[in-house]
């Protein structure tokens, strides 16, 4: 099984929906969330951390649940230019070691 | 300011030759990372510094791959007789001491054919 999973996509929404992605992490004792955007062929980039309180970034809207070890982003009034890979990631801290675990991505298309 | 630089950005590589993939981490950003991403993956922890020292190798996949960052801010990596496998994006990424948020790379484009 893998650390960190991800639906598997793509998804494919029109201008202005909707749209929503889980992804479940395996360490319970993971200390820090991400979701990060990718561009076809680019380098991956932070979208947003992740809070157990829950942030929301404008029309971005992530959520953390640790006792179910599951995460989500909430994207609304979808854009065209938020067509990309989004990558859930989690910081699995060992000792002074800070890697990121990344999900295998969701693919998102927004549709004119 | 600059981000991370990696050069080269493409590479193109026979099997069995070596290969050296260089990342500039952004001036004064003590921590910094290697990742591998294979075609529809998300990227993969291959090993991580703390200025000079490698504190952490445990994802090289071989011991074909070495990396090192000998003075603390240039790192190299370095894959050995290389294999088609190893036919991936490398992506270097940089972070201040103590903070969570990485900054990546464009990556380097490795192709072995």
């Known amino acids: 099984r893998k650390e960190v999973e991800q639906d598997p996509g793509p998804f494919n929404v029109p201008e202005g929906a909707t749209v929503a992605f889980n992804c479940t992490y395996s360490?319970?004792?993971?200390?820090?969330f991400f979701w990060y955007r990718q561009d076809c062929r680019k380098e991956p980039k932070l979208l947003m951390s992740v809070y157990s309180s829950g942030n929301e970034d404008g029309r971005f809207t992530a959520q953390l649940n640790r006792a179910s070890q599951y995460i989500s982003l909430l994207i609304r009034d979808s854009k065209l230019s938020d067509s990309a890979t989004y990558l859930c990631v989690v910081n699995l801290s060992k000792g002074s070691a800070r890697q990121l675990t990344f999900g295998s991505g969701t693919q998102l298309t927004v549709l004119p | 300011g600059a981000g991370v630089s990696q050069s080269p950005r493409y590479k193109v590589a026979k099997r069995g030759q070596d290969v050296a993939l260089r990342c500039d981490p952004i001036?004064?950003?003590?921590?910094l990372f290697w990742y591998q991403q294979a075609l529809g993956q998300g990227p993969e922890f291959l090993t991580y510094f703390q200025n000079e020292a490698q504190l952490d190798k445990s994802g090289l996949p071989s011991d074909r791959f070495f990396a090192e960052r000998p003075e603390g801010s240039v790192s190299t990596l370095k894959i050995q007789r290389t294999q088609q496998e190893d036919s991936a994006v490398y992506l270097c990424a940089s972070s201040l001491l103590g903070t969570d948020t990485q900054y990546f790379g464009p990556g380097t484009r490795l192709t072995v054919l």
């Open positions: 001036s004064g950003h003590v921590s």
């Open positions: 360490n319970s004792a993971s200390q820090s």
